[in-house]
């Protein structure tokens, strides 16, 4: 992702499970909802490796 200044970023939450069937929540600025997934799959290893276990990107206001 090239640089952008965080202003123009909006604010997202990604909510995954685990094979536990626990939830977990992250949050990154990202310029969409797409954008927010592929950070979501570069910081976080088990989103990496199980994309599918990701059951919503909702952006905060």
Same mark, same amino acid.
Request: net charge positive; with cysteine.
């Given at each position: 992702?090239?640089?952008?200044?965080?202003?123009? $970023?909006?604010?997202? $939450? $990604?909510?995954?499970? +685990?094979? !536990? &069937?626990?939830?977990? %929540?992250?949050?990154?600025?990202?310029?969409?909802?797409? +954008?927010?997934?592929? $950070?979501? %799959?570069?910081? &976080?290893?088990?989103?990496? +490796?199980?994309?599918?276990? *990701? *059951?919503?990107?909702?952006?905060? !206001?």
């Amino acid at each position: 992702m090239p640089s952008t200044p965080i202003k123009s $970023l909006k604010k997202y $939450l $990604l909510s995954y499970k +685990d094979s !536990f &069937n626990k939830t977990y %929540q992250v949050g990154f600025y990202a310029r969409d909802a797409y +954008d927010c997934l592929m $950070l979501a %799959q570069e910081f &976080n290893s088990y989103i990496h +490796d199980h994309p599918r276990s *990701v *059951v919503r990107i909702q952006q905060k !206001f």
